[in-house]
Each structure stands twice: as C-alpha cells, then as structure tokens.
C-alpha cells in the first residue's frame, strides 16, 4: 500500500494499522541499508549490555570511593537500568542470540541482576506475549498489575510505583482466603529471589530512617546497636547503587506505561486502540528513566520485531504516520477515565463510540 495514496477515511482499523506497520518496516530496512552496522543486530544489543553494566558498576565504584555524590549515582544508574529494561524486552520477543541458547540465557540473567526490582523475565516472557495477544482486556495480567484499568487516587499511586505493593493491595481486596492465598503464592513464586531481597531492603531502609526522623523530632534519638547499625550501612549503601535507581526507574515506567495503554473497552487484536503516543515535553524527566518509553513502545505493537534502538530511530516517521492514521497522542482524558479507550461523554452504541471503535 503506497503511503501517499492511503487515506485513513477509507481504511478500516486492519489497513490502517497494516498501513502503519508497511511504513514503519520500510523505514526500518531504509536505515539498515544505511547504516550496515544495524544489521548485526546481536553484536550491538551485546554491546549495549556491556555499556549499560559498566556505567552502572562504574558509578557505583566512583560513588563508593567518594569521587561521585549520591544522588549523581542514583540517577544515571535508573538511565543505565533503563537500558536493560529495553534490552530485556527485546529479549523476551528474541531478537538476540535467538537460536544460542548460552549467550540468550546469559543476557536475560544479567538485565534481571540490573534490575532486581522485576520479576522473573522467564516468568515474564509468557505474561508479554500474552500482552500482545490480549491488549486491553481482563486478561491483560501484565498491565493489569502495574495498575493500567485502576481509577486514580493514593491507592493507584502506591502500587505503580512499588511491585509488592501492588500484589499486597490485589491480596487484600481478594475476597475469599482460596484467592488471597493464591496471589501471595503467585507473588512469591514471580519475584523470588530477586526482588523480594530488592524491595525488602527497601522497606527496612524506609523504616529505619522513619523510625529516627520520629525520635529526632520527639527529641529521643534511638540508640541502635552496632550490628544493626553495621547492617544499616550496607542496605544504605545498596540503596544508593541499585535498590534505589530501580524503584525510580520502575516508578517512571510504570506510570508511563500504564497510561499509554488503553484498557478495559478496547477491541480485542485492534491495535489501534491499544497505545497511544505520550511525547509531551513535559513527561521527559520520566522519560529519562524509562528510555523515551511513552513516545516509542507504541510503534512496537505495530511492528513487534523491531529492537528498541530502531524504534527510536524510526519515531519521526513512524509518528507521522501513526497521527495521520488516527494513533492518538498525549490523549491525557485517560488519567480521568481509568484508561478507557473511549471518552465518558461518548454513549455506549452512539454514532461517535461506533466510530472509535471502528477507528
């Protein structure tokens, strides 16, 4: 289908979103002839492992040996988490090392060591490829659990930040014991070891320093003991280098993800209702710890084999031509409507909700 020909009033949802996906691709394969070094696809998501790790393990030593502040190291090592982020994604769908097992199993070990706030990415493989087949419904699990379909308010906000959380609130509102015990046996069973130790240390590091910021304003500091002060240091230490870079940097994705998926009215396999495109320059400083997430993963469902550092190649033409077939951009009525894919102002079985779903 020839770009300058098609025209979004005469496609329906199927064309529009081939249409997209024609384009996309061939922009892809523009740029490989291009550039030949993109088509030794292994070798540079390899490479960009071993920059993501040497950036953090460096900036964690340069923290420790007092030549770097804190927060400088907490920050670029979200950046640098985020890039094993996308490389695990990539992962997950195969685009590296596919038919060598070692090197593929290696890569996914290492980014879930980067980041010990995840679940398991083995674990992990089977709930996104579920994502791709069931986008926006009640079986989205891997959506649905990092709140995508939740009204906003506090509780929202505590989960989409923090995994454990997240299960502990689903367990709570689990009306029958069977139920409850089966999210908490699912919980432990996804995020052991990992990051059930990630998010441990992170709640003592929270408790410990609740604790003395209370004795200190009741003027009765606490006197703790030397092991426990010892203990404290490590997990402060911890905190700095790779607890905390992961709880910024799963905070950023998952408030950017969980809003630029639609759910709970979309069309099941109509791609055009499953993402939006959210670029807004103010969304930037998430962004950054989320590797340009909200601006590009919505071109993935569109063509889902393409790495993420194409993706953020393709973005300029892949956007024209998303807005020009009807992808929405920073539609921010979601925060207000939980999600849904259709405005509230548009009645159910109304000329104009026909149309969105047609779209």
């Known amino acids: 289908m020839d770009r300058t020909c098609a025209s979004p009033d005469r496609l329906n949802a199927q064309q529009r979103s081939a249409h997209i996906r024609q384009v996309v691709m061939a922009r892809g394969d523009e740029l490989r002839r291009r550039y030949p070094i993109l088509q030794h696809q292994d070798a540079i998501g390899a490479s960009i492992l071993a920059f993501a790790l040497a950036g953090m393990i460096g900036s964690a030593a340069l923290y420790l040996a007092g030549y770097m502040a804190w927060w400088v190291c907490l920050l670029l090592n979200a950046f640098f988490a985020s890039?094993?982020?996308?490389?695990?994604?990539?992962?997950?769908?195969?685009?590296?090392?596919?038919?060598?097992?070692?090197?593929?199993?290696?890569?996914?070990?290492?980014?879930?060591?980067?980041?010990?706030?995840?679940?398991?990415?083995?674990?992990?493989?089977?709930?996104?490829?579920?994502?791709?087949?069931?986008?926006?419904?009640?079986?989205?699990?891997?959506?649905?659990?990092?709140?995508?379909?939740?009204?906003?308010?506090?509780?929202?906000?505590?989960?989409?930040?923090?995994?454990?959380?997240?299960?502990?609130?689903?367990?709570?509102?689990?009306?029958?014991?069977?139920?409850?015990?089966?999210?908490?046996?699912?919980?432990?069973?996804?995020?052991?070891?990992?990051?059930?130790?990630?998010?441990?240390?992170?709640?003592?590091?929270?408790?410990?320093?609740?604790?003395?910021?209370?004795?200190?304003?009741?003027?009765?500091?606490?006197?703790?003991?030397?092991?426990?002060?010892?203990?404290?240091?490590?997990?402060d230490l911890a905190v700095v280098v790779i607890v905390g870079p992961n709880v910024l940097r799963t905070f950023c994705l998952h408030f950017v993800s969980s809003n630029m998926h639609y759910y709970g009215d979309v069309e099941l396999g109509n791609v055009m209702q499953q993402t939006q495109v959210l670029n807004v320059w103010w969304l930037w400083p998430l962004h950054a710890f989320c590797f340009n997430f909200g601006s590009t993963h919505g071109i993935h469902h569109f063509v889902v084999k393409e790495p993420f550092y194409i993706r953020q190649m393709t973005a300029p033409v892949a956007h024209q031509v998303m807005a020009e077939m009807g992808v929405r951009f920073n539609d921010f009525g979601t925060f207000a409507r939980a999600n849904r894919f259709t405005p509230k102002s548009q009645a159910v079985g109304s000329p104009s909700a026909q149309e969105a779903g047609a779209a």
């Open 83 to 235: 890039l094993t982020h996308e490389l695990e994604h990539d992962l997950i769908h195969s685009m590296y090392f596919r038919k060598q097992r070692v090197p593929h199993n290696l890569m996914l070990a290492l980014v879930w060591l980067a980041r010990p706030s995840t679940i398991n990415p083995w674990i992990r493989r089977h709930l996104h490829l579920n994502h791709h087949k069931v986008s926006g419904t009640e079986t989205d699990m891997e959506e649905r659990a990092i709140t995508n379909g939740e009204p906003w308010g506090i509780v929202r906000l505590l989960m989409v930040g923090d995994n454990v959380m997240s299960s502990l609130i689903r367990m709570l509102r689990a009306k029958t014991w069977a139920h409850k015990w089966s999210i908490l046996k699912r919980t432990m069973r996804v995020y052991a070891p990992l990051a059930l130790l990630n998010w441990g240390a992170w709640y003592v590091f929270l408790g410990f320093h609740a604790a003395n910021s209370v004795a200190w304003l009741l003027g009765a500091p606490i006197e703790w003991s030397a092991d426990t002060l010892a203990v404290m240091h490590v997990i």
